[in-house]
Every structure is written in C-alpha cells, then in structure tokens.
C-alpha cells in the first residue's frame, strides 16, 4: 500500500510540474522572484518534449507501481483521472515535439502578455 501512494504523489508532482510548466508565468502575477522557479522549469519541461526524453519521474512512478504489485495503470480516481493527462496514450514523436512547442508557444504569448500588462500599469 505505501508504494502505491507514493506511486500517486508521485504522478500529482508529475501533474504539478506539468500545470508550473504551462501556466507559471501567471504566477509571476503574484510574486515575481518565482520566475526563477517557473523559468528553469519551463526549460526542462520544453527540452524534454523536444529532444525526446523522459521526465524522470516517470519511471520512479513506474517503479513504484511495480514495488505495489501493479501492472499498469488501471485503478483509482488518480490512475483514470490524471494518468491520461500526464501519460497520453500512442503519443508519436511528431506529437511530442508539438506539446514542447506549444508549451514554448503558450509561455511565450503568457510572458508577452504579462509583460505588456505589467509596462502599462507602471505608466499608469
């Protein structure tokens, strides 16, 4: 039973890092010294989809299902809810390379955007 839910926190960190990845320059909005957080992760996060390698937490995740005796996926609320989100199934490398570019392409119009509002207000 421990690996299990080691195995789930391990997919919502996974999830976690993945909504950071995507919507963490909105966090700046609150805090701007976050940044610093939200930019390396960005990278990362791009840099993987791109070059086509694996987060590292997917096969800690992986491991850990099998150290509960698991054997794939099916289960509870977090395997059928989260995993399709983090885990797509048949994702070809064409479409992996599409999310790191639309993760890139999201952050850029969020920065964009961010910035802007934030020149604006300052002149105001």
Request: aromatic share 10%; hydrophobic share 55%.
């Amino acid at each position: 039973m421990p690996y299990r839910l080691l195995a789930d926190a391990v997919l919502v960190i996974h999830l976690l890092f993945i909504l950071l990845v995507l919507f963490g320059a909105l966090l700046t909005l609150w805090k701007r010294r976050l940044a610093w957080l939200h930019l390396p992760l960005l990278a990362w996060g791009v840099g993987i989809e791109l070059l086509g390698g694996i987060c590292p937490l997917t096969p800690l995740e992986q491991r850990l299902r099998q150290a509960a005796l698991q054997q794939g996926y099916a289960g509870g609320f977090l395997e059928h809810y989260l995993l399709p989100l983090v885990y797509p199934e048949q994702l070809t490398r064409s479409g992996q390379i599409g999310l790191g570019l639309a993760a890139l392409a999201l952050n850029l119009a969020l920065n964009l955007a961010l910035y802007l509002w934030l020149r604006f207000r300052r002149q105001r």
